[in-house]
T-cell receptor, first 113, second 118 residues
């Protein structure tokens, strides 16, 4: 079946602009996670959604980051007023439930100039 | 303190030989899961193998096996009969179930870059 998909695959933006990154989880997966992978910080957890419940935002690095998940499926990660340190690969993962294996999408490579 | 430690930034292995990638972890949660993921140059994280903290036997998946030593808090990945396509970054990760209100997010090590030589 179809895996996790993410769009765009690459995004180049100017400092100060807002960006939206999209994640389509595997159909039927209730848990959805966003991670960030950067050279300096490695892989970091950002935010977690379980179905339609309020998300766990404990990993978001600043209030410029927000995410939503519509209808318990597609998720959008928004970064406002982007900074150069936001340049990274943003990975989305989903799992059938919170305590099961997470499957990752191909990521969105974000470059902030 | 790091929760997941991968001490080998890079490893080389000859094709068809076995290789062990090291991973140690730190947790006070009695219930946790350990994962290995492969990340080729294309960037996608590919799930390889899982070991639960209460599993009595070491996990195996094809050419991959996990050498789980709970008392030592180590979860090394063993790849048998290496292939050229195994060249990639390998990440060890842990999921804590009960500690600190965790929602099951993964904590990753820094990774090991494996290069398979023909």
């Amino acid at each position: 079946g179809a895996g996790v998909s993410q769009s765009p695959s690459n995004k180049v933006t100017e400092k100060g602009k807002d960006v939206e990154l999209r994640c389509d989880p595997i159909s039927g997966h209730t848990a959805l996670y966003w991670y960030r992978q950067s050279l300096g910080q490695g892989l970091e957890f950002l935010i977690y959604f379980q179905g339609n419940s309020a998300p766990d935002k404990s990993g978001l690095p600043s209030d410029r980051f927000s995410a939503e998940r519509t209808g318990g499926s597609v998720s959008t990660l928004t970064i406002q007023r982007t900074q150069q340190e936001d340049s990274a690969v943003y990975l989305c993962a989903s799992s059938p439930r919170m305590d099961e294996t997470q499957y990752f999408g191909p990521g969105t490579r974000l470059l902030v100039l | 303190a790091q929760k997941i430690t991968q001490t080998q930034p890079g490893m080389f292995v000859q094709e068809k030989e076995a290789v062990t990638l090291d991973c140690t972890y730190d947790t006070s949660d009695p219930s946790y899961g350990l994962f290995w993921y492969k990340q080729p140059s294309s960037g996608e994280m590919i799930f390889l193998i899982y070991q639960g903290s209460y599993d009595q036997q070491n996990a195996t998946e094809g050419r991959y096996s996990l050498n789980f030593q709970k008392a030592r808090k180590s979860a090394n990945l063993v790849i048998s009969a290496s292939q050229l396509g195994d060249s990639a970054m390998y990440f060890c990760a842990m999921r804590e179930i009960n500690y600190g209100g965790s929602q099951g997010n993964l904590i990753f090590g820094k990774g090991t870059k494996l290069s398979v030589k023909p």
